[in-house]
């Protein structure tokens, strides 16, 4: 190796990130449906960044039926209705990316909601089968 060739090193920017945290439903309402959503976060980025902070943490946005304030998911590859589109997603993703602001999502794949088609699979398995045991079955006792 010689002195101007260096080891690659694994990014250690989460060291000295300021990471702000979001729960886009509680953060900026842009449509006056009384819900945030993407496009009210993303009308935010500046002031975000202007704040000092260096990477958005992002609690669950994935469809579910809110029984579990969004930690029951029902479907990881998509966002709620109330919180705008993938789309406004991913055009968020590209704005933040653009500010050099990270962003790190909540995924939460041991909350899943009864809603979810993991969960659907393993409650019309048979005991004892792989898939029921994707989930631990307890029965109230009287």
């Known amino acids: 190796m010689t002195a101007k060739t260096t080891a690659i090193q694994p990014s250690l920017w989460y060291k000295d990130a300021v990471i702000y945290e ?36 992002l609690l669950p946005f994935y469809p579910s039926p809110q029984m579990d304030d969004g930690y029951d998911i029902a479907d990881y590859f998509d966002v709620h209705p109330d919180y705008g589109t993938l789309s406004d997603f991913k055009r968020f993703l590209r704005e933040a990316h653009k500010r050099g602001i990270r962003v790190i ?28 045991d994707f989930y631990v079955w307890s029965w109230a006792m009287n």
Not at 105 to 124: G, K, P
């Open 22 to 57: 979001v729960h886009v439903k509680t953060f900026c309402d842009s449509n006056d449906d009384g819900i945030g959503d993407f496009p009210g976060l993303i009308q935010n980025l500046d002031y975000l960044q202007a704040l000092g902070m260096t990477a958005l943490w």
């Open 105 to 132: 999502t909540e995924l939460v794949i041991n909350h899943t909601s009864d809603q979810h088609a993991w969960f659907q699979r393993a409650r019309r398995a048979k005991p004892g089968s792989t898939w029921r």
